[in-house]
């Protein structure tokens, strides 16, 4: 590699780190700001009142995931009506759409429950302006200094992720309270994180930990190696093997990981296909508050 073009290496290589930094800004009032300049105005200018709640609608689903009109409105104290009225609203603007909720086992009589799920318009509320600079530098790194670039920068980027969460997650026992800090930190950073225990879906069990906002799905939809570097840090500061069965990079609703609880983390976890394991994701059914 020339001299020139170490310098251009090292030089995209410190815009990536400024541009893909985890936001620790990312707060629920910064956030909900976004939403509303998103919603387009109707003709009759509403209060706004009516536009916070809207948001505030909006990022619940965000970070719950896939929910209920009965949950949501619980959750934030409003009656049916008035969370029918926002919802409707947040439809017609494209921001969230209905599924019809995943069951597992046997359903009763009945059909089944409808829940709200934020878009990829939704989501791109809560995402960083710089997506299209931050791809445009790991495109020009993986031409220049190959693929392997591209993999050792994400490894240097979540190094300080491990840095900050590691004393956090290293102080609790259990391996349920080591993931729950995990969630926590995350949440912290602007992931909307949850944790608890897996689905009891077929004979593996072990923990699941949910993030229900990317900052930078955008950006590992084309680098993969970011969401693997990812995994790979959560086996290390877990101690236990660790798989991704779904991220919202590749068109999942949440960025989902399972933690089986066997043996000691190897420093390379697996990233595997949901369709290749036992467990299903949360993504389509309500997440972990069901």
Known sequence: MTWCRTVRVIYVTMILRKLLRRPGHLSYTHVVKNVRGLVA????????????????????????????????????GLTPAAIRRHLDSLIAEGLIETRTARTYGNRGRGRPAKVFVITDAGRSAFEHAYDDLATSALRFLAETAG????????????????????????????????????AEALSADGYAASAGPAPAIGPAGGEELCQHHCPVAHVAAEFPQLCEAETEAFGRLLGTPVQRLATIAHGDGICTTHVTGHGKASGASEVVPADALPIQSTAESGGLLT
């Open 41 to 76: 105005e109707p003709r009759a200018p509403q209060p706004s009142a009516e536009r916070s709640t809207r948001g505030q609608v909006a990022r619940l689903i965000l970070e719950v995931g896939p929910s209920t009109a009965a949950t949501l409105g619980g959750r934030l």
């Open 147 to 182: 693929t392997e670039a591209v993999a050792e920068f994400a490894r240097r980027q979540v190094a300080d992720l491990e840095h900050r969460y590691g004393p956090e997650v290293a102080q609790n026992g259990t391996l349920a309270e080591r993931v729950q800090a995990l």
